[in-house]
């Protein structure tokens, strides 16, 4: 190479190479500055530098906010029945339409078995939520909000409920959840098993599993 330079910062492809006039000797042998040892040499130099006093910071920052993206985190759908507000994992949920009121089944209907409802075409159980969560009948008769049919799958089975109010997901930090009280939490029909705030509101977390195992004691033909 006819143009050298004992010092590192003299970048000689962006002047001499192939990011600059051309007018490298070596080109004619290694055609490409990818291709010499000397790109190589002073690109490997760069990993002996000193690194800079803002370089650490805006590293350290980066750290850091990989660090805060990557706080485990659960993803959930918080909605309203009467004046409570409850969260369900949103993987378990299969889709969100118009509330409709369900046809009710003779004989079968009740507190938890609303009747059925037509899903794009396929009826479904209906339940009332409060009843599977075990709350009062007409636990709180809030502003009516706009109420949605929600439904929820687990394995084979789809389940469909009514709700109040949905106000929508939210990715809740794992470190947020509290233990629910002691006597919620030995309730024999107790579904919630950690409470956390969203919005200046009080959430409690449904154990989706519990309540499913729920159903399909309670709703059996």
Same mark, same amino acid.
């Given at each position: ?5 004992? *010092?590192? *910062? ?5 002047? @001499? ?17 990818? !291709?010499? #040892? ?25 750290? &850091?906010?990989?660090?805060?993206? /990557?706080?485990? /985190?659960?993803?959930?759908? @918080?909605?309203?029945? =009467? ?6 994992? /949103? ?19 009740? +507190? ?7 899903? !794009?075409?396929?009826?479904? $159980?209906? @339940?009332? $939520?409060?009843?599977?969560? =075990?709350? %009062?009948?007409? +636990? ?13 799958? !687990?394995? !084979? ?15 809740? %930090? ?6 629910? #009280?002691?006597?919620? &939490?030995?309730?024999? +029909? ?8 969203? *919005? ?6 449904? *154990? ?10 309670? $709703?059996?033909?």
């Amino acid at each position: 190479m006819t143009n050298t330079k004992a *010092d590192n *910062d003299y970048l000689c492809w962006r002047e @001499i190479g192939t990011a600059g006039d051309g007018s490298c000797d070596l080109l004619g042998e290694y055609v490409h500055c990818r !291709n010499c #040892p000397q790109y190589s040499a002073i690109g490997r130099t760069l990993f002996d530098r000193e690194m800079s006093a803002d370089y650490r910071q805006e590293v350290s920052e980066e750290l &850091a906010a990989a660090a805060a993206v /990557t706080e485990e /985190t659960e993803s959930l759908l @918080i909605l309203r029945t =009467g004046s409570e507000w409850f969260a369900l994992r /949103t993987q378990r949920f299969e889709g969100i339409s118009t509330y409709q009121k369900p046809y009710v089944v003779p004989f079968r209907s009740g +507190s938890l078995l609303a009747g059925l409802v037509n899903v !794009n075409g396929e009826l479904l $159980l209906c @339940i009332s $939520l409060e009843a599977a969560l =075990g709350l %009062p009948p007409g +636990s709180g008769t809030e502003t009516a909000g706009r109420p949605r049919l929600c439904v929820v799958g !687990n394995g !084979n089975e789809r389940f469909a409920f009514g709700v109040d109010e949905i106000l929508g997901v939210r990715h809740v %930090p794992s470190r947020k959840m509290q233990h629910v #009280p002691v006597t919620l &939490a030995k309730s024999p +029909s107790a579904q919630v098993i950690s409470c956390f705030e969203v *919005d200046g509101r009080n959430v409690g977390l449904i *154990d989706e599993q519990r309540l499913f195992n729920s159903l399909d004691r309670s $709703l059996q033909w």
